[in-house]
């Protein structure tokens, strides 16, 4: 079942309680009701005999009886009970619980999995865990190379979001000839920043000397930009209202921010995302996946254990996709340098090694696996990905 079929069958759910509640309030109410009507009546005959007023009493419980409020709210709370009940097993059939069935035994190396745990807490900025789980685990030197890089980075991120441009800028010129080497507009984009903050805290002037004396190395490539902050001086004392407010932005920061941390770790050889976050984020999109070929596997009596290499392709996200590959759709192996993906005439694609395997010599003719198309092997050429 999938996750449309089950939204649904909440909505039903919804829909059941709120239907539920509003019956169980109009039963509460009438209720309500024939009480205050009867503690009226009692008011206004204080002074008539003791029989009457019994009489009050009397009709009073027969409306009660009639109305039945016990049994009607009992009534609507077993009912949705039930519903609530047939829904958690519903939920408890598609999503499976045990996913241990999706673990397999391999050989991993503990002081290999403990730096990159420290690593990825250094990533995240949280140093003192990170320091905690090295001191603890005994690998005081784990990951401790990428600690005060991260450290300094998280620090220019700090004074970022605080509108502090200068720490990250003095970080940028020293590093000016490594983001150069990579066409990073990065010193330029602060440099915008702290000019528009000049503009506006300091006036004309000062941003002009600041712009005369920053933008100049930056006018080969970035001369459209430098032309709207110049025309920003026309705005100086209206900039929210002029055709560059834009620049004003709070989401210029976050992507200076963004373009700063990438710059950073790109500098220090280390990926954007953290190798544990992407990977544990990898194995729950396929981990479903993973338990329906387990199940499957142990149905025919098979050992999921014992598999080399995956049986079917385990769907992930374009994130997850960080260059292009091509698996054989005979053989289910990867392309590499020595079998190359080779286009046949048809149009289908295989592996340089199934298509050697479908014919024994580049004359002879072969079908194609995936349509009466006939080629040979000498027909075939490499395609680049």
Same mark, same amino acid.
């Given at each position: 079942?999938?996750?449309?079929?089950?939204?649904?069958?909440?909505?039903?759910?919804?829909?059941?309680?709120?239907?539920?509640?509003?019956?169980?309030?109009?039963?509460?109410?009438?209720?309500?009701?024939?009480?205050?009507?009867?503690?009226?009546?009692?008011?206004?005959?204080?002074?008539?005999?003791?029989?009457?007023?019994?009489?009050?009493?009397?009709?009073?419980?027969?409306?009660?009886?009639?109305?039945?409020?016990?049994?009607?709210?009992?009534?609507?709370?077993?009912?949705?009970?039930?519903?609530?009940?047939?829904?958690?097993?519903?939920?408890?059939?598609?999503?499976?619980?045990?996913?241990?069935?999706?673990?397999?035994?391999?050989?991993?190396?503990?002081?290999?999995?403990?730096?990159?745990?420290?690593?990825?807490?250094?990533?995240?900025?949280?140093?003192?865990?990170?320091?905690?789980?090295?001191?603890?685990?005994?690998?005081?030197?784990?990951?401790?190379?990428?600690?005060?890089?991260?450290?300094?980075?998280?620090?220019?991120?700090?004074?970022?979001?605080?509108?502090?441009?200068?720490?990250?800028?003095?970080?940028?010129?020293?590093?000016?000839?490594?983001?150069?080497?990579? $066409?990073?507009?990065?010193?330029?984009?602060?440099?915008?920043?702290?000019?528009?903050?000049?503009?506006?805290?300091?006036?004309?002037?000062?941003?002009?000397?600041?712009?005369?004396?920053?933008?100049?190395?930056?006018?080969?490539?970035?001369?459209?930009?430098?032309?709207?902050?110049?025309?920003?001086?026309?705005?100086?004392?209206?900039?929210?209202?002029?055709?560059?407010?834009?620049?004003?932005?709070?989401?210029?920061?976050?992507?200076?921010?963004?373009?700063?941390?990438?710059?950073?770790?790109?500098?220090?050889?280390?990926?954007?995302?953290?190798?544990?976050?992407?990977?544990?984020?990898? $194995?729950?999109?396929?981990?479903?996946?993973?338990?329906?070929?387990?199940?499957?596997?142990?149905?025919?009596?098979?050992?999921?254990?014992?598999?080399?290499?995956?049986?079917?392709?385990?769907?992930?996200?374009?994130?997850?996709?960080?260059?292009?590959?091509?698996?054989?759709?005979?053989?289910?192996?990867?392309?590499?340098?020595?079998?190359?993906?080779?286009?046949?005439?048809? $149009?289908?694609?295989?592996?340089?090694?199934?298509?050697?395997?479908?014919?024994?010599?580049?004359?002879?003719?072969?079908?194609?696996?995936?349509?009466?198309?006939?080629?040979?092997?000498?027909?075939?050429?490499?395609?680049?990905?």
């Amino acid at each position: 079942m999938d996750l449309t079929s089950i939204q649904e069958v909440f909505d039903r759910v919804a829909k059941k309680q709120k239907l539920c509640c509003s019956k169980t309030q109009e039963v509460i109410d009438r209720t309500l009701h024939e009480f205050e009507a009867a503690v009226e009546h009692l008011d206004v005959t204080v002074d008539r005999s003791p029989e009457f007023r019994k009489g009050i009493l009397t009709d009073l419980q027969l409306k009660l009886t009639e109305i039945a409020p016990v049994n009607q709210v009992g009534a609507l709370q077993k009912e949705l009970n039930t519903t609530v009940s047939k829904y958690g097993k519903m939920v408890d059939k598609a999503f499976n619980p045990d996913i241990a069935k999706a673990y397999r035994e391999v050989e991993s190396d503990s002081h290999l999995i403990n730096q990159i745990i420290v690593q990825h807490f250094y990533r995240m900025g949280l140093f003192e865990s990170g320091d905690c789980f090295a001191k603890e685990s005994q690998e005081p030197n784990a990951a401790a190379a990428l600690k005060v890089p991260f450290y300094e980075m998280y620090q220019n991120l700090g004074h970022l979001r605080e509108k502090n441009v200068e720490p990250a800028l003095s970080w940028a010129r020293r590093n000016r000839q490594a983001l150069e080497a990579k $066409g990073s507009s990065l010193e330029f984009r602060l440099h915008q920043l702290q000019f528009l903050h000049v503009l506006r805290t300091k006036g004309r002037i000062e941003a002009l000397e600041y712009a005369k004396l920053n933008f100049t190395p930056f006018a080969a490539e970035h001369m459209s930009d430098i032309q709207r902050l110049m025309a920003c001086l026309l705005w100086a004392n209206r900039l929210e209202c002029s055709p560059y407010k834009d620049l004003l932005s709070p989401s210029q920061w976050d992507k200076v921010a963004l373009e700063f941390t990438r710059e950073s770790c790109n500098l220090l050889g280390q990926p954007y995302e953290s190798p544990l976050y992407v990977t544990l984020s990898a $194995g729950s999109q396929a981990l479903s996946s993973l338990l329906k070929l387990a199940t499957v596997m142990s149905s025919k009596k098979q050992e999921w254990a014992a598999l080399k290499q995956m049986p079917v392709e385990i769907e992930l996200d374009n994130s997850f996709q960080f260059h292009s590959v091509f698996a054989c759709p005979v053989s289910r192996e990867q392309s590499t340098a020595d079998n190359p993906p080779m286009l046949m005439r048809c $149009g289908h694609v295989l592996c340089k090694q199934s298509i050697q395997k479908l014919t024994k010599s580049n004359s002879r003719m072969f079908k194609c696996p995936y349509c009466p198309f006939e080629t040979s092997a000498s027909q075939c050429r490499q395609i680049y990905f």
